[in-house]
DNA sequence: GCCGTTTTCGGCCCGACTGTTTTCAGTCG
């Protein structure tokens, strides 16, 4: 049984419970418990026997989690279910909409999901219940509205080109004395739904008609003395932006508070409470003394309560804080340390540029080589290259290499991974490249057996170098093959084959995660690549960057980091 | 329900905002 299966179980439990009016630390205790075992990295049903050991496990939430291991389910879950509608819990994902509402709602409307909820709103039954009135009649019904819109999260590079448009706007006015970008864009999410700023100023008032009167704000929805909340467009793209304005002096505090994880914020106000502090978006207070001590950047703010600087993308509670209280974060790999791009196409292919332009941008960019890797034969709709073909690619890319000293084109090609789980070129072929990077662009929709079997197959070629984009996903639009990915991490150890991160951000593929478990449990090597099609796409790397960081990959994690000779090494010959 | 350099009971992260009240409960990040 999977963990992230205990784990729902244990989720759907804190919700019912919360909706049946429970102690809500009894509540928080439940949650805790799904959070650890979702993070624990053994699989919790082979450790029955110490399951107190994880954090916020004690004597009741273990027999929980046991009788989950053994049953599938857990009693008072099943009663829970008996007593409470099953649509209640989905009523907790509106906004404004928590637990004691919910259950007032259903106690005295008998509302049970969604379509009840609007009817009763629409026919104002629900203003004159205790607690309500006619506003929350009506936010109710916006929150509906708004959740049946469903608007979906962003993409990191979405937000980004919107968040680096409003930055520069803000970074124009010589009121603003700070800006930085805050939540979860900061942390480099994949997806974002809010972009967050923390602005430094002494006239926020002033500050904040200057935000609004923003040519690409198309809508004002909070306007007041720290937080100015728009919804801007720009090149298209609609998101909601809200800044908040704070005093120099509180700067770094609410650049914290504002980045978190809000599960990252909770671990650091409970460590400042061992000291006797509180933890606010305004400083640190020492109840003794009286004085909110303020900070001038995140580091001092972490040092004061004896903590190492722990990067934005680690603070999500996955252990950084247990790191960063024994000295042992990880040296996460930073942009100067890469050294060349090893996938990418070009027009012999589906790219969009030239042997000689991709190589001219990559030098450009300070890198030492890169791969040509064209599609193979098999893959017709992106003109997938024949043997003869390739061979014709290997004589231009010797004419490209005459024109550097300084830097190396390497051969290679990105091959399709055959519906059979064959290979699209023999050895003999493949001896001769450089680089072999194998991956699936056909029949997603094989079982997991079969889609495991493929890849595993494919690692067991000597020559096969580098699975790319390895789940196949595409964020939003396509959910990863079905695959066994724990078979799939022991067969890469087993054959030393390279698990790509591609930086293309539609696929962030392996994921952060993913990323963080193939290196903790498996020691597993990756390369980070664009997949770039044309000269621009050379510039998704970032993204790549960012991922591998919140997978807590190090320098030596990562092969593109490498000198080319210890590169070469490191592939299989 | 969990937990302990304030240790086996009595707390459990903090402050702002909103809408409902007439001093506060519920929700959010």
């Not at 979702?38 to 939430?61: F, H, I, W």
């Not at 079969?450 to 964020?475: K, S, Y």
Request: hydrophobic share 35%; glycine share 6%; proline share 5%.
């Amino acid at each position: 049984m999977k963990n992230a299966y205990i784990s729902a179980v244990l989720q759907q439990l804190a919700d019912f419970m919360e909706l049946n009016g429970e102690n809500p630390f009894k509540v928080g205790a439940y949650r805790r418990a799904a959070r650890a075992v979702e993070n624990s990295r053994v699989p919790v049903a082979e450790m029955m026997d110490r399951l107190e050991d994880l954090p916020g496990v004690g004597k009741g939430t273990a027999g929980v989690i046991e009788e989950i291991i053994t049953t599938g389910t857990s009693r008072q879950l099943e009663e829970l279910r008996q007593k409470l509608p099953s649509g209640l819990p989905d009523l907790l994902s509106l906004p404004g909409m928590g637990p004691k509402s919910i259950h007032a709602l259903y106690r005295e409307l008998n509302i049970t999901n969604l379509n009840e909820l609007k009817a009763a709103a629409e026919q104002e039954k629900i203003r004159s219940l205790p607690g309500f009135g006619p506003k929350k009649e009506l936010k109710i019904l916006e929150a509906i509205e708004q959740f049946q819109k469903r608007p979906e999260r962003r993409l990191l590079h979405e937000a980004m080109l919107v968040a680096t448009r409003v930055k520069d706007y803000l970074s124009d006015d010589g009121r603003i004395l700070r800006v930085e970008l805050a939540g979860s864009i900061r942390r480099r999410k994949e997806t974002i739904k809010d972009i967050d700023f923390v602005v430094a100023t002494r006239e926020p008032k002033e500050v904040g008609e200057y935000i609004v009167s923003m040519p690409e704000v198309l809508e004002i929805v909070n306007q007041g003395e720290t937080k100015v909340s728009v919804i801007v467009r720009v090149e298209g793209i609609e998101m909601n932006v809200d800044v908040r304005l704070v005093s120099p002096s509180q700067f770094a505090s609410a650049l914290h508070h504002f980045t978190g994880s809000k599960e990252h914020n909770v671990r650091i106000r409970q460590r400042a409470k061992q000291f006797g502090w509180k933890v606010s978006e305004y400083g640190i207070f020492d109840p003794e003394t009286e004085v909110t001590q303020t900070f001038d950047d995140e580091a001092a703010f972490f040092a004061h309560l004896g903590l190492p600087y722990i990067p934005p993308e680690l603070r999500e509670d996955r252990g950084e804080m247990e790191k960063a209280e024994r000295g042992k974060l990880p040296q996460l790999i930073e942009p100067g340390d890469y050294r060349g791009d090893l996938h990418m196409h070009t027009v012999y292919s589906d790219g969009a540029d030239s042997i000689l332009k991709m190589a001219r941008a990559a030098r450009e960019k300070g890198y030492e080589y890169i791969a040509i890797t064209d599609h193979s034969r098999f893959l017709k709709v992106a003109n997938g290259l024949t043997i003869e073909e390739l061979k014709e690619q290997w004589a231009e890319i010797d004419e490209v290499n005459k024109e550097f000293d300084d830097f190396t084109v390497l051969k290679g090609t990105e091959m399709d991974i055959l519906p059979d789980g064959r290979l699209d070129f023999p050895d003999e072929i493949l001896e001769q490249l450089d680089i072999v990077i194998a991956s699936i662009h056909s029949s997603f929709k094989q079982d997991e057996q079969t889609m495991t079997r493929r890849i595993v197959e494919a690692m067991e070629n000597p020559h096969v170098d580098i699975i790319a984009h390895p789940t196949g996903r595409l964020i939003n639009r396509r959910h990863a093959y079905a695959l066994d990915m724990d078979h799939i991490f022991q067969a890469a150890k087993d054959t030393g084959t390279i698990l790509e991160l591609n930086a293309n951000p539609h696929r962030l593929d392996l994921n952060d995660e993913y990323l963080k478990k193939a290196k903790e449990e498996y020691g597993l090597t990756f390369t980070i690549n664009t997949d770039a099609h044309s000269v621009e796409g050379l510039n998704n790397l970032p993204y790549g960057i960012a991922t591998a960081r919140r997978g807590w990959l190090e320098k030596g994690d990562v092969i593109n980091t490498l000198p080319l000779e210890e590169l070469k090494k490191r592939l299989k010959s």
